[in-house]
């Protein structure tokens, strides 16, 4: 059905300019005239807004209050000024995550949607949190929101200045993967293409670009739209119940619409100041006037048509139908009235409809929540629109669950939330705590629609849980066989991840990539290891991602915990969905004359390898062996009657409750092992060859804890890791500059804490430097306090034999333990185990250099992840990271699609590790060498960084 023309459609674009001038030129003045006056009144409602009763609703605060005021005086004076927004196809700051959308070919723009002056365009797109994954890896799970940004068809843009906040919490509380927000034609631009139907038109290119250049199906989408973005995602709805089936559009798998704009034609012959809610809403009539004018092209079209006004012209949902709408309002809107009978009429024509309203709120709190103080009513909306989603679609909306996860974790509250006792410092908007009594919406059914959960709230601690079934599943049931990618990451545990992040935001726009992993989950590490008290032993906030807050004040964090931020920190950026589990590499080939490497794949279930290719190979595998322990001679193991256990391999629900337990070891897993036991068993001997340097780390820093609760948490999050590796810096420096006196600091540190019968001598009194060998950290000193316990002890000495019951040791002690745990250390493997060759000539790791620490002599296009010894291991893995889109950049530049490392000198050998732990006395036999110069191993962060972002690239790099 067209937009009926009116009798002035013969107006030409010409005229309708002209009379645009002249009115501007008017409304320029008239605005300047009365600006005291507006201001005067600004000031003025300010004041009044002091006190409660005064407020255009007692029930906003101060802030919401006064905010309300300013977005109405901004957004009166652009509708004045009739100030639209211009639009461009350049990336700008969204950079990777922009993209444009073509037009579909002439023949599915039909009906209202063609036009002899308005034809489709080229527009852009931004993605919210990343551009989805290649078509290959579309799972069933994934699901895109299209998002159509309101602002009356005369301002806003999709991007992040405009929709971010809105994205982000659709992402996190409507629990969808991606935001899609289409830059559509504004009608307010002077180029005159914006009018009707250019809007509908690009959204219709929109839809269909995620249906066939991203192979989103359908079901996965969700159409959405705020104000007049809800009037663009209704008139998609309308055009694909109209020609869908003429046309084979499919319909979307839901539809959610944020304070539509269902009138427009209101606009231009109603007074919205009549409104009963004029007084607590920013709209005002000069905005809705300007866009009803220009989306009708100044009069060709009639506004009051079925698409601009789909208020009178209910349709009913597009063949197949069930399509649910969730629609969502303010009760205190202009707009108000008029969804509410929307609902009731698309519900009387066969829409399972959901109008969920908000009460004491403003229009469009979805888009507008953080600028006006309603993100708590905005988050409770999107909730609301995930449990009705989740009610009546197959969509797989994320689980939120409340604040739960990480209490069980140990962690009750946000940090800053934790401070408020400590300081007094935390500034009102952190304190947002589940409460219920709180809770300012409320819901209202005009179908019967099953909704089993009552008004929840969530804290900003609540975190997402991923469908397991994800891990298992494979993208859209296809198999993974003659998959092909640009960069093919191994490994998906921190140096994975962090890889995926810089190359999806940082590399080349258009590059795909995918994580092949082994494991069923991600993690690594973090998912393997499961023995007790399980934690990192270096600084969570130098140890988390850079781009990914650790928002706890918690400086050694549990495995758990770990493996919770890194599933979050990968979902919160789209990583996920390119990860393939269950599929580990077994060999990989590079092919000169294709220039592609060829992995072998193994998929759990699978009886025959399957077969990947790629440009380029990054390897996040880590490096130990994660199927085979460190073999250590302990003589008479194999008599011992109880139970040996390797902490790699801790047995599933272990009971160890009133056992007497014999960790043999003396590193990071014994010390950590030892407090955490020693509250069940009945008593834990850490029995040790020679001492390390054990030392106590508050769990707790105040300057954390000072920085969180003064500044936003982003600059927060900064400050606090640049303090963090500072003093993480400073301490390897001074301890290897003055290494007496840190032995006698530690010394003085370690008497004072241990029992009068635990002696400091033979037991805490290393034979090597600090840091020559790992340093040992213990939480708020939990391992001295077993000590003191009584409930631990430690013994230094040589196992003589092993026997059924006991181990006896040189001195001629005897140990009576019930379990052994064999803390012993990890089988160092490098590459993940695989079998590499390049042209089928296969090489050993050992006999060949590093260069930068990251790239193999002679092998083409791999590059390794790797992390520090004396500091976190993600700072390491991330320098190598931003060093391989350093050298992609350089190959764009050169128009190259190789880079080989090769020597142009002679070199002395060295060790890529600096550290003698037992552990590591293998490096020279498992890893590469280092050599000097770009050939040397990375041992400071801040120099090494400043190589990988700013140093050259092309030393010793062929390119071709
Ligand atoms: C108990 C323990 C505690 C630690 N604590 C700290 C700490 O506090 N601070 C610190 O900086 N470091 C610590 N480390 C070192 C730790 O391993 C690193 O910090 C970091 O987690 C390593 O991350 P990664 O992604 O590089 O490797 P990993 O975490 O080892 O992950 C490698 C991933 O690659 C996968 N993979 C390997 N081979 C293949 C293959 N062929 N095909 C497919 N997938 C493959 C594995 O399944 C795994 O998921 C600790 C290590 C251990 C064992």
Request: glycine share 8%; proline share 6%.
């Amino acid at each position: 059905m067209k937009q009926t023309p009116t009798p002035n459609a013969s107006l030409s674009q010409g005229r309708a300019s002209d009379t645009t001038r002249t009115m501007l030129l008017f409304t320029y003045c008239y605005t300047l005239l009365t600006a005291p006056f507006l201001l005067t009144h600004f000031t003025f409602d300010i004041l009044l807004a002091l006190f409660p009763w005064t407020r255009p609703t007692k029930e906003w605060s101060l802030n919401q209050a006064a905010r309300m005021r300013v977005v109405r005086l901004v957004l009166l004076s652009w509708s004045r000024l009739r100030w639209g927004d211009r639009l461009t196809l350049r990336p700008g700051r969204e950079r990777n995550r922009f993209e444009v959308m073509q037009p579909r070919s002439p023949k599915l723009y039909k009906g209202a949607l063609s036009d002899a002056t308005i034809h489709p365009e080229t527009i852009g797109t931004t993605w919210t949190p990343a551009r989805p994954p290649p078509p290959a890896l579309v799972r069933p799970e994934l699901t895109v929101a299209l998002h159509f940004h309101g602002g009356g068809f005369a301002i806003g843009n999709g991007r992040d200045e405009d929709t971010g906040y809105l994205a982000r919490t659709m992402l996190q509380h409507m629990g969808c993967n991606l935001v899609c927000t289409p830059q559509y034609r504004l009608s307010s631009h002077s180029s005159g293409n914006g009018r009707f139907p250019a809007p509908m038109q690009d959204a219709l290119t929109a839809y269909l670009w995620l249906l066939h250049e991203k192979h989103i199906p359908a079901r996965q989408i969700i159409i959405s739209g705020d104000s007049a973005g809800g009037t663009i995602a209704l008139g998609l709805l309308r055009y694909i119940a109209e020609h869908g089936a003429e046309l084979a559009i499919p319909s979307p798998g839901a539809v959610a619409l944020w304070s539509p704009w269902v009138d427009v034609a209101a606009a231009l012959d109603q007074d919205i100041r009549r409104s009963p809610n004029y007084g607590t809403d920013y709209l005002n009539g000069e905005f809705g006037a300007w866009g009803a004018v220009a989306v009708s092209g100044y009069g060709e079209f009639d506004a009051s048509g079925p698409y601009l006004s789909p208020l009178h012209h209910p349709f009913g949902p597009p063949v197949g139908g069930g399509t649910p709408m969730f629609l969502h309002a303010g009760d205190r809107e202009v707009l108000w009235d008029d969804i509410r009978l929307a609902a009731e009429r698309y519900g009387d024509v066969g829409w399972k409809v959901h109008l969920d309203a908000s009460r004491h709120c403003p229009h469009d709190i979805l888009l507008l929540g953080s600028r006006i103080g309603f993100e708590r009513e905005a988050e409770a909306a999107a909730g609301e629109a995930r449990r009705f989603f989740l009610a009546t679609t197959d969509l797989k909306l994320r689980t939120q669950e409340v604040s739960g996860t990480l209490r069980s974790l140990g962690i009750t509250r946000p940090l800053a939330i934790g401070l408020r006792a400590v300081s007094g410092l935390v500034r009102q908007h952190d304190a947002r705590v589940p409460r219920t009594s709180h809770c300012k919406y409320q819901v209202s059914h005009l179908r019967t629609i099953h909704r089993s959960v009552t008004e929840q709230h969530h804290s900003h601690t609540s975190s997402w849980v991923s469908c397991t079934a994800m891990a298992n599943s494979i993208p859209n049931g296809q198999p993974t066989d003659g998959l092909y990618f640009d960069v093919v990451i191994i490994g998906a545990g921190i140096s994975g991840i962090n890889a995926a992040y810089r190359i999806q935001t940082e590399g080349p726009a258009d590059f795909s990539y995918a994580i092949l992993e082994g494991r069923d989950s991600l993690g690594g590490t973090w998912d393997l290891f499961r023995y007790p008290g399980i934690r990192s032993d270096s600084d969570i906030f130098t140890f988390g991602f850079p781009w990914s807050p650790w928002k706890h004040n918690v400086s050694l964090a549990s495995a758990e915990h770990i493996k919770t931020y890194a599933t979050q920190s990968a979902e919160s950026q789209g990583i996920d969905q390119h990860i393939l589990y269950r599929h580990s590499v077994v060999s990989a080939n590079w092919s000169s004359t294709e220039k592609k490497w060829e992995l072998q794949v193994t998929v759990a279930g699978q009886d025959h390898p399957i077969v990947v290719r790629s440009r380029f190979v990054l390897l996040g595998t880590g490096y130990y062996d994660y199927e085979k322990p460190l073999e250590t001679v302990i003589p008479g193991i194999e008599n011992f009657a109880g139970q040996v256990i390797h902490p790699q391999f801790w047995p599933e629900d272990y009971d160890y409750t009133g056992k007497k337990v014999v960790i043999i070891g003396s590193g990071a897993t014994a010390v950590t092992v030892l407090p955490a036991m020693a509250e069940k068993a009945q008593h834990v001997t850490m029995l040790q060859r020679s001492p390390g340097y054990v030392f106590s780390l508050p769990s707790n820093s105040i300057i954390t804890a000072l920085l969180f609760a003064i500044l936003p948490v982003s600059v927060a999050h900064y400050l606090n890791r640049i303090f963090w590796l500072v003093r993480s810096h400073l301490t390897t420096v001074f301890c290897r500059a003055w290494p007496g006196l840190a032995k006698l600091i530690i010394k003085h540190a370690t008497i004072r804490q241990l029992p009068p019968d635990v002696p400091w001598d033979p037991n805490f009194k290393p034979r090597y430097n600090p840091w020559e060998q790992r340093f040992c950290a213990c939480v708020d000193g939990d391992f001295f306090a077993a000590l003191r316990s009584g409930k631990a002890g430690v013994v230094t000495g040589t196992i003589r034999t092993v026997t059924r019951e006991t181990i006896e040791l040189d001195s001629g002690e005897r140990l009576r333990p019930d379990v052994i745990v064999t803390a012993t250390g990890l089988k160092l493997r490098f590459g993940g185990g695989i079998r590499f060759a390049v042209d089928g000539k296969p090489f050993r790791w050992s006999d060949k250099f590093a260069w930068r620490a990251a790239m193999l002599q002679d092998v083409p296009n791999l590059l390794f992840l790797t992390g520090y010894e004396t500091a976190s291991w993600t700072l390491g893995a991330d320098v190598s990271a931003r060093l391989f889109v350093r050298v992609l950049r350089e190959m764009e530049a050169r128009g190259a699609t190789v880079a080989v490392p090769r020597p142009s000198r002679a070199m002395p050998d060295k060790l890529m590790m600096s550290l003698n732990s037992t552990y590591l006395k293998t490096v020279g036999e498992v890893l590469p060498k280092a050599g000097t110069g770009v050939w040397a191993a990375k041992t400071n962060y801040f120099a090494d960084m400043a190589r990988a972002k700013w140093g050259s690239v092309s030393a010793d790099l062929d390119f071709s």
